[in-house]
């Protein structure tokens, strides 16, 4: 049993995720902004915990996140303001990657998405800011010390979970349910072979467990 803080807690794949682990006898803290949404965490057998990851420093957020064994990030500020997708999906995923180690965490898995870091969006674009905060963030990721995995999830739909998906280097975007988003994501935090990977993924053919294992 492992416990396992997920940042962006009410989101559609971050609920899903809690649920999932939480079925699989983990200890479960999703990190929420909003009080009301508490009702929403428990019912997934989670522990909501009320922390602003767009507002805490780097200590503060380590203190929130100390005496985890893993860090899921699956936040994100939903575009519609630039400044504040930099805010959220860059600034303060760094903060979160720098306050792991500090809390004594080394596993550390980033929901991104299928093109992050290849999109070459015009600045005039209002995806532009969302593509170049995960590049970004991605990209910081990368350059630390954490056994990080970067799951890079097709277009997100609401359909039932499959258990089965695509990836590798034959992949191309495609749909994918939100809730097999999470049971990669589940299934990464246990395969310590998928540290150092971007793992693109869409639904598909292959179990979830056999097409992770077949990852070079």
Do not use: C
Not at 58 to 81: P, Q
Request: aromatic fraction near 6%; glycine fraction near 10%.
């Amino acid at each position: 049993m492992s416990r396992i803080a997920i940042i962006g807690g009410h989101g559609k794949v971050a609920l899903h995720l809690a649920r999932i682990l939480s079925g699989q006898g983990h200890q479960v803290s999703s990190l929420i902004r909003k009080p009301e949404q508490v009702p929403d965490i428990e019912a997934t057998g989670a522990t909501a915990v009320i922390a602003d990851v767009e507002h805490l420093t780097t200590a503060e957020l380590a203190d929130v996140l100390r005496g985890h064994d893993a860090v899921v990030w699956s936040a994100g500020a939903g575009g519609g303001n630039p400044a504040r997708t930099y805010a959220v999906d860059q600034d303060a995923a760094i903060r979160s990657m720098d306050a792991a180690p500090q809390a004594g965490i080394r596993r550390y898995i980033m929901v991104s998405y299928f093109t992050a870091g290849t999109d070459r969006v015009p600045e005039d674009d209002s995806f532009y800011p969302y593509a170049q905060a995960k590049a970004a963030a991605d990209e910081y990721l990368r350059g630390t010390d954490l056994d990080w995995t970067i799951l890079g999830p097709g277009r997100l739909t609401l359909e039932p979970a499959t258990g089965r998906i695509e990836t590798g280097a034959a992949a191309e975007k495609g749909d994918i349910s939100r809730e097999d988003v999470a049971q990669v994501a589940a299934a990464v935090l246990d395969r310590p072979d998928t540290t150092g990977k971007f793992i693109a993924f869409n639904n598909g053919p292959t179990p979830i467990d056999e097409a992770l294992a077949s990852l070079r």
